[in-house]
């Protein structure tokens, strides 16, 4: 039926290359979508609030006359549009993820060598970071707190936030949130030009040192166009969850759990491993009768059945390899005891412990970011957080006698790669072996 996910056990013979193939995510963009940015940002670094208005006018079917129109002034008025409810659970997700990200703050630090050098590192914040926030199908005021309260934390002097704004209208909320978070600037710009106008700035937008924040196609090809010329955070695929569980479970939830992911668009994926047959059947049972009540049913039931898997495992063992095999961006240990597991688990974006350890947690309120490694960069890559906008600056600092002791290696090396003015530049510092006289 519609919605229903593929079954794999992994004693099938053919288990590894359907496995394959189910993970299999090109993040190249087809050659029409790069020219189409390509010439998008090319123009706005050429012409600038001329080439963002136009561009904004068109896409977001707007009557913009100028650039500092594209400037969001009022944040407080758009704070009184939104329920007290809504604010106040604002407010208490704001301070959750603040509190997780003050312990991730990264300090200076200095030792002597205890031969006359004193090495070290020095942490400083960016000086301007950008944060996108996508608008026009949805509203999502938890990639404002996420992306900005990090910044924040770090000691980024000044964060610019873009959004769209299709007709000229941005959601309330989006903008209450960038005021709970410290947003200091607002553009209501979005698309490949905005990401330009934060890369290379404009008369109206200011250039930034780094550019986080998720988007569409579009958005995402433009920062890995822009990157050298900024940072960037990641390029992010399609959102993940993988469900490692012992059968125990509710079904129900699991179910639930599957469509939290399913129902962010069709390429989603959502995976259960589990050793228990009797489970799987069950798992599939609450989504067959769960699925027509859900809003974005068609989203979900195309995300399950285009990417979507329940894996039957011959134990928890096999799940915790196949798990970091994946390297999923959501991991939920629905089992007994997720601690014995967790040790073993090398490869993954967040990690929920415990049954009642749900993936919207992370999404809304529990501290830590959700801007999460897809696709299986979660190999290499880790979540959003406070080091994504602190710089680690080098500290050398040696007297006299340790420069010419330090020299005497320098030189010895600089010769053996054949770089003369490396050598000299070293020697000019030795001194005799009285440490009285500084060779000239």
Not at 108 to 120: C, F, H, I, K, R
Not at 361 to 389: I, M, Q
Request: proline share 6%.
């Amino acid at each position: 039926m519609i919605g229903m996910p593929r079954r794999l056990s992994s004693t099938d013979p053919d288990f590894e290359s359907r496995l394959t193939a189910l993970l299999a995510y090109d993040y190249d963009t087809d050659d029409a979508v790069q020219a189409t940015v390509r010439t998008i940002v090319q123009d706005v670094r050429r012409r600038g609030d001329a080439a963002l208005v136009e561009y904004t006018n068109r896409f977001d079917h707007r009557a913009v006359g100028s650039a500092p129109e594209l400037e969001v002034h009022d944040l407080n008025n758009s704070a009184a549009q939104v329920s007290p409810e809504v604010l106040g659970a604002l407010e208490s997700a704001a301070a959750r993820i603040r509190n997780y990200h003050a312990r991730q703050i990264q300090q200076s630090w200095e030792y002597a060598d205890g031969e006359g050098t004193v090495l070290g590192q020095q942490i400083t914040p960016l000086d301007r970071a950008g944060v996108y926030v996508p608008g026009g199908k949805a509203s999502y005021p938890s990639s404002v707190l996420m992306n900005v309260i990090p910044a924040k934390v770090a000691g980024v002097r000044e964060v610019i936030m873009v959004v769209p704004a299709p007709h000229g209208q941005i959601e309330p909320v989006v903008l209450a949130a960038a005021r709970i978070a410290g947003v200091d600037r607002v553009f209501s710009i979005g698309g490949a030009q905005a990401v330009a106008a934060l890369a290379f700035g404009t008369a109206t937008v200011p250039a930034v040192d780094k550019i986080v924040g998720p988007g569409n196609i579009y958005v995402a090809t433009a920062k890995a166009q822009v990157f050298g010329r900024v940072g960037i955070d990641m390029i992010a695929g399609p959102s993940e969850i993988l469900v490692v569980c012992d059968g125990k479970t509710h079904p129900d939830w699991v179910a639930m759990d599957l469509f939290s992911q399913a129902e962010h668009d069709e390429q989603a994926q959502a995976i259960l491993l589990t050793p228990d047959a009797d489970f799987l059947e069950r798992v599939a049972a609450s989504i067959e009768r769960l699925l027509p009540d859900m809003p974005r049913a068609n989203i979900i039931g195309q995300s399950l059945q285009g990417r979507g898997a329940l894996i039957l495992v011959r134990d928890l063992e096999e799940a915790v390899s196949l798990t970091n095999r994946i390297a999923p961006e959501h991991l939920e240990l629905s089992v007994e005891n997720p601690r014995a597991l967790l040790p073993h688990i090398r490869h993954a974006g967040a990690i929920f412990m415990g049954r009642y350890a749900n993936e919207p947690l992370g999404d809304y309120c529990a501290g830590p970011n959700h801007v999460l490694p897809t696709a299986g960069t979660a190999r290499f890559s880790s979540p959003l957080g406070v080091y994504d906008f602190q710089k680690r600056s080098s500290i050398i600092e040696p007297d006299s006698a340790a420069a010419s002791r330090l020299g005497r290696l320098a030189s010895t090396l600089a010769h053996a790669e054949g770089l003369t003015a490396h050598a000299r530049s070293a020697e000019l510092r030795l001194v005799d072996d009285d440490q009285s006289t500084t060779r000239v």
